[in-house]
């Protein structure tokens, strides 16, 4: 139902509880004071990170397939990765997770937008790039990764993202914002 009022309950942090500490999240059990009604909220803090959209010089993308536990199976993604540090460019990560990842490098990358990947507990913001004029660089694997490096034409990955196959939040709004983009062009 629209509320024509827009009248919103006041909502107050009242303690904020560390429940878990990982390598790449921290798990909160927060105490909230929603209008009134006290509850508890999961919260997850995610220091960041960057993705990058590598367009080849024939049109083809990069992308990279690899396992994803959460999911039990292999994925088919755009290169990302966590920011090494909190306050680390977007475009620093990027164009670091483009060479390790993928085994190509730019000095041609652009922003293409900003995502944050489940509002609802995560604080995860994700800034994606676009990268042309790759050239051949050294590809450097995290030693838990273990990832294939493909080039797909756009038109198929779109294909794959209408069929339900392309599920990664992250690629899809790159691949369909860049799809617009280049549309216009």
């Given at each position: 139902m629209l509320n024509e009022e827009n009248t919103q309950k006041p909502i107050r942090l009242l303690k904020r509880t560390k429940a878990y500490?990982?390598?790449v999240i921290t798990v909160?059990?927060?105490?909230?004071?929603?209008?009134?009604?006290?509850?508890?909220?999961?919260f997850i803090h995610h220091d960041g990170?960057?993705?990058?959209?590598?367009?080849?010089?024939?049109?083809?993308?990069?992308?990279?397939?690899?396992?994803?536990?959460?999911?039990?199976?292999?994925t088919l993604e755009i290169p990302a990765g966590k920011l090494d540090r909190p306050d680390e460019p977007f475009i620093?990560?990027?164009?670091?997770e483009l060479e390790e990842e993928t085994g190509y490098r730019s000095d041609d990358l652009t922003f293409l937008l900003y995502v944050n990947t489940t509002v609802a507990?995560?604080?995860?913001?994700?800034?994606?790039?676009?990268?042309?004029?790759?050239?051949?660089?050294?590809?450097?694997w995290d030693e838990d990764e273990e990832l294939g490096?493909?080039?797909?034409?756009?038109?198929?990955?779109?294909?794959m993202i209408y069929n339900g196959e392309l599920t990664d939040g992250k690629t899809v709004a790159a691949l369909m914002t860049y799809a617009q983009k280049e549309a216009k062009q």
């Open positions: 500490q990982g390598k909160y059990d927060d105490l909230v004071d929603v209008g009134g009604h006290i509850t508890h909220w999961d990170a960057a993705a990058v959209l590598p367009v080849l010089e024939d049109g083809r993308i990069l992308m990279v397939r690899q396992f994803r536990h959460a999911l039990g199976r292999y620093e990560c990027a164009r670091r507990f995560l604080d995860e913001k994700i800034g994606i790039f676009l990268a042309r004029d790759l050239k051949k660089g050294t590809v450097c490096v493909e080039a797909w034409e756009l038109e198929d990955l779109k294909q």
